[in-house]
């Protein structure tokens, strides 16, 4: 019952302090909405100079619409003649957009992936945004470290990236280890022993969402960066099969680790909400997702919550610090059929350049695909783990795709239903290899 | 009253508006899909011409043939359990002599009403293995049946099943429901001076009268069976890994997650042939003796 | 209304039971609905997934409410269902009574035609609709959903009309025939009124299928002043976490009217159709 309350009360101040962020947006739905109905309701000709872009983005919780909303208010200050029409993006894996470009009713600015990129760029539903670039200084405020994610492999830009390089984190708590007496895993053999003892004492050792197909593909690329440090990258180029001995010894590690009991029963139909709970609740030891997890682990668990490098493989030390994850070209794109194109590219520019800013002073995010203004500072200081990340980022030796950053959409699917698959007691590492194999086969034709 | 039937002009009218928003709106849409499924396209563009290769191709993946034993072992479930279910309960409302019959009637659709999300979301909950009902309920009454759902490859697709054939028992049972409210009362009262009992009466007199309405009953969960979609979209993405793929999933995932949608739309042209194999079979099957209402 | 039946008693007790107990599991998910609209992730998945919600939070309602104009969105779903019903059963019922009473040529044919609707996956035709949907300028009114809407549901419904209209005895025509009826007169004043139960059904079930319809909706609705209700769950589900609570809130307000207007409809509909069938026999 305690717990309970606690909990409640964990939940209600962070109702109150959602609450208390939004209150400042709420100003900018109002005079979004007041926009809007302005734009409806006042006959064109008062408002001839006005420009109405649509965009299509991500609006749908706090990493999403925080940002936006504080772009458009920045924006307003500065383009006074554009309006935004909000399209909200569906999880509906692309669908909407790919009939918006398939009918010639794709909005004048876009979220796009990188397979995305690929098709739109065969059929020319994407502009390249090289001058754009250069003219609104957005190269200029570039980090080099982020070139990966804004130029595409032919050299040119087709996205602007509202955010930076991501990566996979191994979290885990540091309360159960002490309590447990464990070792925080640096190899492979202390991790099965972390496993047993954890499982002896019921704890789960890993809570993961593996309804999530992507945290799946990350879950089994962890394990091959631990054979070989390009993981699945190297499989997406074409460049390695399954067969080949790093990547079936990683699916091998997979199966043994499932069958261990390294995590929950009915771990594959376990949501992001279930799976966080447990490792928040201290039901669950250790808990895979992305480094933008810090923000919610350092608030739920405080200096509990920490994040470990990957435990090494015998025989494989040289692959400690190669990390999952990693960028890929994305961001916001503009429609080369725009009217507005030229006003379009500069508005996606200037907008993710706001995004990163958002990121940064609200999201506790200094991990950015630009240099944000010095005199922007953090609302609240930078988690403990963020800190560590930012100062071992020098130390991170390579890193690998997220599943949206893969470029063979063929692949993509693949490894997303195979290492989901694997994560299932009796699916064998052969038929894991068997599939993959052969849709690599098929990519390479 | 050949004439009277054979009116040209009543003909054209009555046929006409749905004929022109049915080829419009479905019909060439269907042509598409199967034009296409003969390209290698990935949506955009114009694609290059592969003739039969997406087919070929189909029947050498393994996921094809998975998506098609899905797809016939969920219309066999939901086929058997609706018609049953439907059946007994529009037969309980229409004649059990209880209090509150309209409640029934009304509580045995509500399932329709809901959206599938809703419905969707409330079985996740129920077939979750750590605190779902399900499993809570094998461990009250003592039997040790927990399991893994929808985690499991070999009963996952059981079990997304009977979601749907939970849900969508209310439309057969409101269709089956209106039926027998369309058969006059006498026939029933002549049988019941014939002595019959109700049980019989129905077999005698129900049965064979909505006759069609069966037919068409069973239309619905063959077909809707065999492209089942959304509740494995919504509870398990496919998953375990592939194993609750259907063909309509493997034409999504082709089209939209694969970008490959000349393959994609083979897969959806397999499908519209299969569903017209099923009412043909169908049509086959209940042809044997003419309506009786008919005379 | 129906022959009384004594012998079923029986195994009244027990069947009596299973009929309370599936209208039990029928209702509950309305119940299990609305407690989830009062309750956060956790709540929902975790810690309390059937109980009552331990605070009710209307903030999910509020948030709802906030995020998308409400009233809008719920007058553009009245609208195209309404509208997708109303042509949907009128045409779908000319249809019907051309192919299965009067004599011409082809009208197997046709129908089987018409019937192919039900067996495609609207996700393989989304972009063929969509550019069809432009090709005929709907792009911008209700018509862009109204008329695919009606399309896809004109397939079953014709299909269920047809079997109607099978069993209908041909003395209906005979007489009115006879009374010097055209066949208008006689279809829209004779043979209509005897399909009530059918009409009434179809209604129900094309109102559901359009109130819910969210794949084609997602594509098809450019304009921001047209979207329909099921749309508004986009606001709530993200690429990584979703807020259930409020989804739930907005499911619970698309949903709890049409419950309340299926039941009122339908007991409207069961009097009526009650008075009809005792004047008929």
């Known amino acids: 019952m305690k717990k309970l309350t606690a909990l409640l009360l964990i939940f209600t101040l962070l109702l109150f302090s959602v609450v208390g962020c939004s209150s400042d947006n709420s100003k900018t739905e109002e005079t979004t909405a007041a926009a809007v109905t302005t734009a409806e309701t006042q006959p064109e000709s008062t408002e001839a100079e006005m420009v109405t872009l649509k965009i299509y983005a991500q609006y749908s919780d706090d990493d999403t619409k925080i940002p936006y909303d504080y772009a458009v208010v920045e924006l307003a200050k500065d383009y006074p003649n554009v309006k935004l029409e909000l399209d909200i993006q569906a999880q509906d894996d692309g669908v909407k957009l790919q009939t918006y470009a398939a009918t010639g009713n794709l909005p004048d600015i876009f979220q796009v992936g990188l397979s995305q990129i690929e098709t739109f760029k065969e059929s020319g539903n994407i502009m390249i945004l090289d001058d754009a670039a250069k003219s609104t200084g957005f190269l200029d405020r570039a980090v080099p470290s982020a070139s990966n994610i804004i130029y595409n492999e032919d050299g040119h830009i087709y996205a602007f990236p509202y955010a930076g390089n991501e990566l996979v984190l191994w979290y885990y708590n540091k309360a159960l280890f002490e309590q447990y007496n464990v070792k925080v895993p640096e190899t492979y053999e202390e991790l099965l022993t972390a496993i047993n003892t954890f499982n002896e004492n019921d704890i789960i050792p890993m809570s993961i969402f593996a309804k999530e197909k992507w945290i799946t593909t990350a879950m089994y690329d962890v394990l091959a960066t631990r054979f070989d440090s390009d993981g699945i990258a190297k499989l997406d180029a074409g460049k390695g099969k399954a067969s080949d001995e790093a990547y079936a010894k990683a699916a091998e590690t997979l199966n043994e680790l499932v069958k261990a009991g390294m995590f929950a029963d009915g771990a594959t139909n376990t949501n992001y909400d279930q799976a966080a709970s447990l490792f928040y609740e201290g039901k669950a030891a250790m808990f895979l997702n992305g480094q933008w997890e810090i923000q919610a682990a350092t608030d739920k668990l405080g200096e509990n919550a920490d994040w470990m490098w990957y435990p090494v493989m015998p025989g494989y030390e040289n692959n400690k610090f190669a990390l999952s994850g990693g960028g890929a070209p994305g961001g916001y794109a503009v429609n080369p059929k725009s009217e507005h194109k030229e006003l379009a590219a500069e508005v996606a520019a200037y907008i993710s350049e706001k995004y990163c800013e958002a990121k940064y002073m609200y999201r506790g995010n200094p991990i950015l695909a630009v240099k944000v203004n010095e005199s922007i500072k953090p609302e609240t200081p930078f988690p403990a783990m963020m800190e560590k990340l930012d100062n071992e980022l020098s130390n991170i030796t390579s890193t690998t795709k997220f599943a949206w950053g893969l470029g063979n959409p063929l692949f993509k699917v693949a490894i997303e239903d195979q290492s989901q698959f694997l994560m299932t007691e009796d699916y064998t590492p052969a038929e894991f290899i068997e599939e993959l194999d052969k849709v690599i086969e098929r990519m390479n034709q | 009253m050949k004439k009277f039937f054979g009116n040209k002009l009543a003909i054209l009218v009555f046929t006409l508006p749905t004929l022109i928003i049915f080829s419009l709106m479905v019909f060439y849409p269907i042509t598409q899909v199967f034009y296409k499924s003969l390209f290698k396209w990935n949506g955009l563009g114009s694609g290059s011409f592969i003739a039969f290769d997406n087919f070929l191709r189909l029947f050498d993946d393994k996921l094809f043939f998975l998506s098609n034993k899905n797809g016939f072992i969920f219309a066999a479930i939901i086929t058997v359990f609706q018609l049953l279910m439907a059946t007994v309960l529009a037969i309980a409302v229409s004649t059990l002599k209880m209090k509150g019959r309209n409640f029934f009637r009304i509580a045995y659709f509500i399932p329709v009403v809901l959206s599938v999300t809703v419905v969707c979301q409330l079985w996740l909950s129920i077939y979750n293995s750590d605190y779902g009902l399900l499993n809570r309920f094998f461990e009250t009454i003592g039997l040790d049946y927990r399991q893994n759902w929808l985690a499991d490859r070999k009963h996952a697709i059981y079990a997304i099943a009977i979601v749907n054939a939970w849900q969508w028992m209310g439309y057969q049972f409101a269709l089956i429901l209106a039926g027998i409210k369309s058969i006059p009362t006498s026939f029933y009262e002549a049988a019941q001076i014939d002595g019959a009992t109700p049980v019989q009466a129905h077999m005698k007199i129900t049965m064979p009268l909505l006759k069609e309405t069966y037919k068409f009953c069973l239309l619905i969960s063959v077909t809707g069976g065999i492209k089942a979609f959304t509740e494995m979209f919504i509870m398990t993405s496919g998953g375990p890994g592939t194993s609750s793929y259907t063909l309509t999933y493997m034409m999504y995932s082709s089209a939209f997650r694969s970008n490959e949608f000349g393959y994609g739309l083979a897969a959806a042209a397999i499908l519209v042939l299969e569903c017209l194999m099923a009412i043909l079979v169908i049509n086959f099957v209940f042809k044997s003796e003419p309506t009786v209402g008919g005379e | ?281």
């Open chain 3, 1 to 281: 209304m129906r022959p009384k039946l004594k012998k079923i008693k029986l195994s009244s007790w027990f069947f009596k039971g299973f009929l309370w107990f599936y209208a039990f599991i029928s209702l509950y998910p309305l119940v299990w609905m609305v407690l989830y609209s009062f309750k956060n992730n956790d709540e929902i998945f975790v810690s309390n997934p059937y109980g009552l919600p331990k605070v009710f939070r209307f903030e999910n309602y509020i948030n709802a409410w906030s995020q998308y104009n409400v009233p809008k969105y719920f007058m553009n779903s009245l609208i195209v269902a309404t509208a997708t019903v109303v042509i949907t059963i009128t045409l779908a019922m000319m249809f019907s009574y051309a192919t299965s009473r009067m004599r011409w040529k082809g009208r197997n044919f046709v129908r089987t035609y018409v019937a192919l609707g039900m067996f495609i996956p609207v996700q393989a035709v989304l972009i063929p609709v969509t550019r069809m949907v432009q090709t005929l300028g709907l792009s911008g009114s209700h018509w862009a959903l109204i008329i695919p809407y009606t399309a896809f549901n004109l397939s079953f419904s014709t299909l269920v009309f047809y079997g109607f209209f099978v069993g209908l005895p041909i003395e209906l025509e005979e007489a009115a025939c006879i009374d010097g009826a055209n066949i208008f007169q006689t279809f829209f004043k004779v043979i209509v009124p005897t399909v009530t139960p059918a009409i009434a059904t179809l209604s129900i079930f094309t109102f559901l299928n359009a109130w819910n319809e969210f794949i084609l909706a997602n594509v098809l609705v450019l304009d921001q002043n047209l979207k329909t209700l099921p749309l508004g769950i986009l606001f709530f589900q993200g690429q990584f976490t979703t807020d259930w609570g409020a989804m739930g809130a907005t499911m619970v307000i698309a949903s709890i009217p049409t419950v309340f207007v299926y039941t009122l409809f339908s007991n409207q509909v069961e009097k009526a159709i009650t008075v009809g069938g005792a004047v008929k026999g």
